[in-house]
């Protein structure tokens, strides 16, 4: 069940819900709409929220603090009159920003974003040394290929398998994971930096980044993030 929050204006709300139907159609999907930052942060303590849709007015150091700061696997949406500017040089992934004036435009622009990081509450299954395991892919940063062995770089932990990587880029690009280079798959939602030959992620690790890639990349994902 994917859990949508909101803090923001009335009108906006409704239109974002309407958008957002379309988006999870296919999906479980739950919201509940707040007036104050109080009463969200209270019901985030008891339950896990997978989205949460603010108005610009709620980007502030603190508040960021206590929601996007504390709430590392959730995506979050901005809602302004001008995106650009209140997003200046914010490259987090899971941070988006839409007007106010065109959200059924920017809802559907991000559309293929909302829906792979939000699926990420699914659970990827493997054996690991003959133990079964069930992954959440939002909490898997990234797959690194070494020889023969896949190795999961995860929150709980490094595992390994025996896989090939185009059979894992298959399975991982629905929920967006990116192929960055020949030897790595990493969790766009937990990169919060691109640079010139690499990506950061949450963790402050640099991955690295072919050329080819990046090119292919660049334009699939990039022009969303910066228009």
């Given at each position: ?167 894992l880029e298959t399975i ?56």
């Amino acid at each position: 069940m994917i859990r949508v929050a909101f803090l923001e204006y009335e009108k906006e709300t409704k239109d974002i819900i309407f958008e957002l139907s379309k988006v999870f159609n296919e999906l479980d999907w739950t919201f509940r709409h707040y007036r104050k930052a109080s009463d969200l942060a209270k019901v985030m303590k008891k339950q896990e929220i997978h989205l949460f849709v603010f108005d610009e007015m709620f980007k502030t150091p603190r508040l960021e603090s206590v929601f996007v700061h504390d709430n590392p696997n959730a995506l979050f949406i901005y809602v302004c009159k001008n995106a650009l500017a209140t997003k200046d040089k914010d490259q987090r992934s899971r941070v988006l920003y839409i007007e106010k004036d065109h959200i059924v435009e920017d809802i559907k622009k991000y559309e293929s974003i909302i829906l792979s990081q939000c699926s990420q509450v699914d659970l990827y299954n493997f054996s690991y040394d003959g133990v079964h395991v069930n992954l959440a892919y939002e909490d898997i940063y990234y797959l690194e290929k070494i020889d023969k062995m896949v190795y999961f770089h995860t929150k709980k932990g490094e595992f390994h398998k025996r896989v090939n990587m185009s059979e894992l880029e298959t399975i991982f690009a629905p929920y967006g994971f990116l192929r960055v280079h020949v030897s790595y798959l990493v969790n766009a939602k937990h990169i919060v930096a691109w640079n010139k030959d690499e990506v950061q992620i949450i963790t402050q690790e640099n991955i690295p980044m072919s050329r080819a890639q990046k090119r292919k990349l660049m334009a699939q994902i990039k022009p969303k993030m910066t228009e």
